[in-house]
């Protein structure tokens, strides 16, 4: 427990304990574990004298935090207009359904967190996916099933590598 | 010396001297290769390009200056990645890994064009060597993306050397406050970010309001899917915005500046610590500015992704640490807004469009565009069109020579059906309104808004109940729930369009639309909830035959709502290659070699596959 109070003395230290900076706070504190854990919430509004029903409720206003550990990789799909209108859902569709995961969850082996999200930015080579911040473009249901395998593979190939 | 090899800039004339230092420095026998690193290209590839060229400059040694330069959007993202060389501003399109070594070794070191790599025009087959003979580019005017491909966003020297920060240093050298706010008014400057406000009146209100600190904000919250043009300038010119909001922080008298940035673009977010870091080392922020008694002082806050968080009141909500609710605007911003003080919110592309105001004068910036909508406007041309990218035009251009002179027309050969401008706020707009101007005013006369700068053009396979849909999805997702109709209403209005696309639809569910429409305009709480019905009420208006065939014939035109059109093989086209039959996962197609194959629509599931397998094009949607 000291350490995790460590790193909150840390990050409130960083920005002088000014609760209008929660968020900032909660976002060092996402990259910092991978996710919000809910000792470091209660203890983080403890510090700030913020009631931790406040940052429960920022937590979940904002899509990019999350309250369970995230995936070994992350996959965004970008849902942005022309990207829907070129065939998001469908590649969507491909992935769930392959690695039986929602958009928003991890797959149960926890090779990956699979976002939807708004929009990228990169509307004008869409369909779009990142996988762990590295940009595909003109994506369809195959080629991302193909990458996605990859990650599976280069995992399996790790473990094996391990076990010698 | 700071890190830079620059002292910290005391006045304008310290400014200017080192621009002139810097300008002598550049040796013109120096080449110089730019590899745009913008979205679209990097998602293409090219930072690896910037690391082969840099490797290469490397290994060519002593005897020929070159340097490699990663640069922000040129805009033409479909030919991307997109490589320009110095001297001759010779421009190259979709490079690839293999090509640098010939690019070198051609066009650096042998001032040889590689002519495979030149763009070349559809129409003419002629090939373009600099980006001003290529169409796309004929049209456009860049002010706000000026630099943009020229400068290396990394680097403040690159921007003090183009001429930036000469605007803040005239502001403080030798304008009041006011005169500031004159020019920018003279301009006719009115807000980028979708709302066209005057941004001097703003300005002014803001000065004039009681209470202290001030604060200035720059929204870079672009949440309109389909749009990137902050994106562009954040990350290809990101000192254009810091100047913006410097001058603009003179005028209104605030020490204190946040640039807000979607949790979606880390990158932006880089650019601008970066570009903040090198400003306060030069002493262009922070105390004493350019040797005046003026301060300033620029935080970056992370959305946490929340389209909301767009609207000025919920901006400032996030700011202060609480869930981006935004709240009733009898009392402005401007008034009371930030932490309950008077607070100045504007756009990345209006903040990156003042230091250009300021250098050429109100005056010159109001003598492009229309009568009542002043300069040029940034768009994110997409979807449907042959050349795909970011452009900035004058006000003004109708929205055809948009999509056919410089978009190059619908991809495919395919027929226009609509563009839709404004984001969700927006509307689409049809062939008959394709030569509307493109102003503030008078796209909102057509149902539709000029929005943040998004334009997704639509060809005639699209739907657009699917589109109003998509729309009403997004909206309902992202509502903040505060407020009952924008809450309850896009719900409901969702369930509608749902039952029409998948032929449920019942009559009297247009009137329904209608009626929600009406009460969501009135009622809502704040500008996106107010707008949220324009997707659903342009579609109405312009394309209510589609409604109608979903409804009363259970038809989806566009053929693009599942069960609304059958799927059959055209015996003509079918060469009964099998492949349809071997990838059917429901077995409902029946054939034999030299056959026609058939689908039996009992079995049919519609899953598509079929249409996606064959490689004739012989299966058709009906």
């Known amino acids: 427990m000291a350490q995790e109070d460590n790193l909150i003395e840390q990050i409130v230290k960083r920005y002088d304990g000014d609760t209008g900076m929660l968020i900032p706070m909660m976002q060092d504190l996402q990259s910092e574990c991978g996710y919000l854990p809910i000792e470091h919430l209660r203890y983080l509004g403890g510090r700030l004298k913020v009631p931790i029903s406040r940052l429960y409720a920022v937590a979940t206003f904002y899509s990019s935090f999350r309250l369970a550990p995230k995936g070994a990789h992350e996959v965004t799909l970008c849902m942005g207009t022309v990207c829907f209108l070129k065939g998001a859902p469908s590649i969507s569709e491909a992935v769930c359904r392959e690695f039986r995961v929602e958009p928003g969850g991890t797959t149960r082996d926890r090779l990956f967190t699979f976002q939807a999200v708004n929009c990228v930015g990169a509307c004008a080579v869409a369909p779009v996916m990142i996988v762990d911040g590295k940009y595909y473009d003109g994506v369809t249901p195959a080629s991302a099933l193909e990458v996605l395998h990859g990650l599976a593979a280069d995992k399996a190939a790790a473990e094996k590598e391990g076990e010698i | ?622």
């Open chain 2, 1 to 622: 010396m700071t890190v830079l090899g620059l002292r910290q800039l005391n006045s304008l004339a310290d400014l200017e001297r080192i621009r002139a230092e810097l300008l002598s420095r550049r040796d013109p026998s120096t080449k110089s290769v730019h590899v745009c690193t913008g979205p679209g290209c990097a998602a293409k590839g090219s930072p690896k390009l910037y690391e082969l060229f840099c490797e290469a400059a490397k290994q060519a040694g002593s005897e020929v200056q070159v340097q490699a330069k990663a640069v922000g959007c040129h805009g033409l993202c479909e030919c991307g990645p997109i490589v320009l060389v110095q001297p001759g501003n010779i421009f190259y399109q979709r490079v690839e890994e293999p090509d640098v070594a010939e690019i070198f070794r051609e066009t650096v070191l042998g001032g040889r064009v590689v002519k495979r790599l030149l763009y070349e025009n559809p129409a003419t087959g002629e090939k373009a060597e600099t980006a001003d003979k290529i169409p796309f580019y004929k049209l456009q005017k860049r002010i706000a993306l000026a630099y943009n491909g020229l400068i290396d966003p990394t680097k403040i020297t690159d921007y003090i050397a183009q001429g930036g920060y000469r605007g803040l240093g005239k502001v403080l050298s030798s304008m009041t406050s006011e005169e500031v706010i004159s020019e920018v008014e003279l301009a006719g400057l009115r807000g980028r970010g979708g709302g066209g406000f005057p941004t001097a009146r703003k300005w002014r209100s803001c000065r004039e309001a009681d209470g202290s600190p001030k604060y200035v904000i720059c929204n870079g919250d672009e949440g309109d899917p389909g749009a990137f043009m902050d994106r562009a300038i954040m990350e290809g010119n990101p000192h254009s915005i810091i100047e913006g909001m410097l001058i603009g922080a003179y005028a209104i008298g605030s020490e204190q500046g946040y640039i807000y940035v979607r949790n979606e673009y880390p990158l932006s977010v880089e650019r601008l610590k970066e570009a903040i870091e090198q400003a306060k080392e030069l002493g262009l922020l922070g105390e004493n500015i350019l040797g005046s008694s003026f301060f300033f002082d620029i935080r970056i806050n992370r959305g946490g992704g929340a389209f909301v968080c767009g609207e000025s009141t919920a901006l400032m909500a996030s700011l202060e640490g609480r869930p981006g609710e935004p709240r009733a605007k009898y009392v402005h911003t401007v008034e009371s807004g930030f932490r309950g003080r008077p607070s100045n919110l504007n756009n990345v592309e209006t903040w990156a469009n003042v230091p250009h105001i300021i250098n050429g004068g109100g005056q010159w910036f109001a003598g492009i565009g229309t009568e009542k909508s002043k300069g040029t406007k940034v768009f994110s041309l997409v979807g449907n069109v042959v050349n795909t990218g970011l452009v900035e035009v004058p006000m003004g251009i109708t929205l055809r020579r948009m999509i056919d002179e410089i978009g190059g027309g619908i991809q495919d050969g395919k027929r226009f059906k609509a563009v839709q401008t404004g984001g969700p706020s927006g509307g689409c707009i049809p062939t008959e309104h394709l030569d509307t101007r493109v102003d503030f005013d008078e796209l909102t006369k057509l149902g539709s808004m000029m929005g943040s700068g998004g334009m997704i053009v639509m060809d005639e396979d699209t739907c657009m109940v699917k589109v109003a849909k998509y729309f009403t999805n997004f909206l309902q997702k992202e509502s903040c729930g505060k407020c009952t109709p924008c809450r309850e209403g896009l719900s409901q209005m969702l369930y509608i369009l749902d039952r029409i696309t998948d032929g449920e639809g019942q009559v009297g569910d247009i009137e329904r639309l209608e009626d929600l429409s009406e009460i969501l305009e009135g009622t809502a709480l704040c500008a996106l909830g107010k707008t949220a019905a324009n997707p659903v009420i342009s579609t109405i208006r312009y394309f209510r035959d589609e409604y109608d065939a979903h409804i009363l014939d259970r038809r989806c035109p566009a053929k693009e709502c599942r069960g609304l059109f059958r799927y059959e093989i055209d015996p003509e086209a079918c060469k009964a290659c099998g492949i349809c039959l071997k990838n059917c996962p429901a077995d409902a197609i029946t054939g034999e070699k030299k056959v026609p194959h058939v689908i039996d629509q009992k079995k049919c599931t519609l899953c598509g596959t079929c249409w996606e397998k064959c490689p004739f094009t012989a299966v058709l949607k009906v």
